[in-house]
């Protein structure tokens, strides 16, 4: 008789071999501070066989609802329903047990995420460990957690180092965030860290940790009248950035949906009112996510309208907030409020001095101007800007031949110099 033997599993191809994680003693604490919480199979956590783990009176949740029992099944954003409905049940309650929670469920995931032998669900467990660790920042006192960061910073650090490729930038970033973070953590009201800690975030397209914290700087700035109120016109220009960023990426590249979904989620949660209410993303056909799409660009228009009221910000600065405003406006189909805005703001660029810089901004402009124009049968408007764009392209032009001129003179000056430079015979 002979014994059948199982063939052995196929090796994983190089790039989805998962990465080695280093094991932080933030998450060591995190893991033994939150031993205390009531939970089925409470010491078991971390079995083989991922339990189903039920904290309090809160949801039960189980990791495979996440990844899937399967390696071959693909992820579903929808899967994120258990996890999520776990943690907006603590967070009702609020306070330090919220922390403890998103403490317990982020060095769970961590812990998970060093099993895995796929790197793409590894992968998704590391960037979900490191979104709840940011939702323990959003809701510390001040908005500031240095622990919570450690553990963000040893994510990145081990995806930045080892597939630099596609993850160096993360720890880039991640390089700036986190002594900022440890900085606040003793000196909150330093807006300007903050503010850079913040654009740092962008970098990493952790868009609504961004957020969090722009809204923060919205919160606590000190109170001046609002048309020179340039600190707060700052931040309302980044905030408008993020929803714009985020609609043209869900635009051109949309993978899964997480990001949209999950950032449309916690802004309705936290931060959504009768002013501004976004679509939720329920599904990933065209239609739904071009209405979430388009709430997102209202969410743009409306943080650029904010802006626009703080004249203090300087006519380049709001010419500029201005176009986008409305591309926006020409995105979501609403062409004459395109026109107007561009229309009235045109008189900014008058007080701009113009330079190579300037006059490229002001030409992508006029662009703009005459395409609404010519697009709402504008005649008069269109021929105006064509006109206006004649001219400035003339002086455009005069600029850069000036300049090319004055480099051609100093390449052969220098030229010369080194020719009339005497030549000594070596020693």
Same mark, same amino acid.
Request: proline residues 5%; charged residues 30%; aromatic residues 10%.
């Given at each position: 008789?002979?014994?059948?033997?199982?063939? %052995?599993?196929?090796? %994983? $191809?190089?790039?989805?071999?998962?990465?080695?994680?280093?094991?932080?003693?933030?998450?060591?604490?995190?893991?033994?501070?939150?031993?205390?919480?009531?939970?089925?199979?409470?010491?078991?956590?971390?079995?083989?066989?991922?339990?189903?783990?039920?904290?309090?009176?809160?949801? +039960?949740?189980?990791?495979?609802?996440?990844?899937?029992?399967?390696?071959?099944?693909?992820?579903?954003?929808?899967?994120?329903?258990?996890?999520?409905?776990?943690?907006?049940?603590?967070?009702?309650?609020?306070?330090?047990?919220?922390?403890?929670?998103?403490?317990?469920?982020? $060095?769970?995931?961590?812990?998970?995420?060093?099993?895995?032998?796929?790197?793409? +669900?590894?992968? @998704?467990?590391? @960037?979900?460990?490191?979104?709840?660790?940011?939702?323990? &920042?959003?809701?510390?006192?001040?908005?500031?957690?240095?622990?919570?960061?450690?553990?963000?910073?040893?994510?990145?650090?081990?995806?930045?180092?080892?597939?630099?490729?596609?993850?160096?930038?993360?720890?880039?970033?991640?390089?700036?965030?986190?002594?900022?973070?440890?900085?606040?953590?003793?000196?909150?009201?330093?807006?300007?860290?903050?503010?850079?800690?913040?654009?740092?975030?962008?970098?990493?397209?952790?868009?609504?940790?961004?957020?969090?914290?722009?809204?923060?700087?919205?919160?606590?700035? %000190?109170?001046? $009248?609002?048309?020179?109120?340039?600190?707060?016109?700052?931040?309302?220009?980044?905030?408008?950035?993020?929803?714009?960023?985020?609609?043209?990426?869900?635009?051109?590249?949309?993978?899964?949906?997480?990001?949209? +979904?999950?950032?449309?989620?916690? @802004?309705?949660?936290?931060?959504?009112?009768?002013?501004?209410?976004?679509?939720?993303?329920?599904?990933?056909?065209?239609?739904?996510?071009?209405?979430?799409?388009?709430?997102?660009?209202?969410?743009? &228009?409306?943080?650029?309208?904010?802006?626009?009221?703080?004249?203090?910000?300087?006519?380049?600065?709001?010419?500029?907030?201005?176009?986008?405003?409305?591309?926006?406006?020409?995105?979501?189909?609403?062409?004459?409020?395109?026109? +107007?805005?561009?229309?009235?703001?045109? %008189?900014?660029?008058?007080? &701009?001095?113009?330079?190579?810089?300037?006059?490229?901004?002001?030409?992508?402009?006029?662009?703009?101007?005459?395409?609404? $124009?010519?697009?709402?049968?504008?005649?008069?408007?269109?021929?105006?800007?064509?006109?206006?764009?004649?001219?400035?392209?003339?002086?455009?032009?005069?600029?850069?031949?000036?300049?090319?001129?004055?480099?051609?003179?100093?390449?052969?000056?220098?030229?010369?110099?080194?020719?009339?430079?005497?030549? @000594?015979?070596?020693?």
């Amino acid at each position: 008789m002979t014994e059948t033997q199982a063939s %052995p599993s196929p090796t %994983p $191809a190089p790039e989805d071999q998962p990465i080695r994680l280093r094991m932080l003693r933030t998450e060591s604490r995190f893991r033994n501070e939150t031993r205390t919480l009531r939970r089925w199979e409470r010491d078991r956590y971390s079995s083989l066989l991922w339990n189903m783990v039920q904290m309090d009176w809160g949801p +039960k949740y189980s990791i495979t609802d996440l990844v899937g029992p399967r390696e071959d099944q693909p992820l579903d954003f929808g899967d994120e329903d258990p996890l999520q409905a776990s943690v907006d049940h603590y967070r009702r309650r609020g306070g330090a047990e919220l922390i403890r929670v998103l403490q317990f469920f982020s $060095a769970y995931l961590l812990q998970q995420a060093r099993r895995e032998v796929s790197f793409r +669900k590894q992968l @998704f467990l590391l @960037f979900k460990a490191a979104e709840l660790l940011r939702q323990m &920042v959003q809701f510390s006192p001040q908005s500031v957690n240095a622990e919570a960061e450690t553990l963000v910073y040893g994510i990145f650090g081990d995806l930045g180092e080892q597939r630099p490729e596609r993850y160096g930038h993360y720890l880039e970033a991640e390089h700036q965030i986190y002594p900022i973070m440890r900085r606040l953590q003793t000196l909150p009201n330093d807006h300007r860290l903050r503010l850079q800690m913040a654009d740092q975030m962008r970098r990493q397209t952790s868009l609504f940790d961004a957020f969090v914290q722009y809204q923060y700087l919205i919160r606590r700035l %000190p109170s001046v $009248a609002q048309t020179a109120d340039t600190a707060r016109g700052r931040v309302f220009l980044r905030m408008a950035e993020v929803f714009e960023e985020l609609a043209e990426h869900a635009g051109q590249n949309l993978y899964d949906g997480r990001k949209l +979904k999950n950032f449309v989620a916690r @802004f309705n949660r936290d931060f959504g009112g009768r002013h501004l209410e976004l679509t939720p993303l329920e599904g990933m056909r065209p239609k739904e996510v071009q209405a979430t799409i388009r709430s997102l660009r209202e969410g743009a &228009v409306h943080y650029y309208l904010r802006a626009l009221v703080v004249h203090g910000l300087g006519p380049r600065r709001l010419a500029n907030a201005v176009q986008r405003l409305a591309q926006n406006y020409a995105a979501l189909g609403r062409h004459k409020d395109a026109l +107007k805005v561009l229309h009235d703001a045109y %008189p900014y660029w008058k007080r &701009v001095q113009p330079d190579v810089d300037s006059l490229e901004e002001r030409l992508a402009y006029l662009e703009l101007l005459i395409a609404e $124009a010519r697009r709402l049968g504008k005649r008069d408007v269109a021929n105006q800007g064509l006109q206006d764009q004649r001219e400035w392209r003339s002086t455009l032009d005069d600029i850069l031949s000036r300049q090319k001129n004055s480099e051609a003179r100093r390449a052969q000056l220098r030229a010369e110099m080194e020719e009339a430079e005497p030549e @000594f015979p070596p020693r």
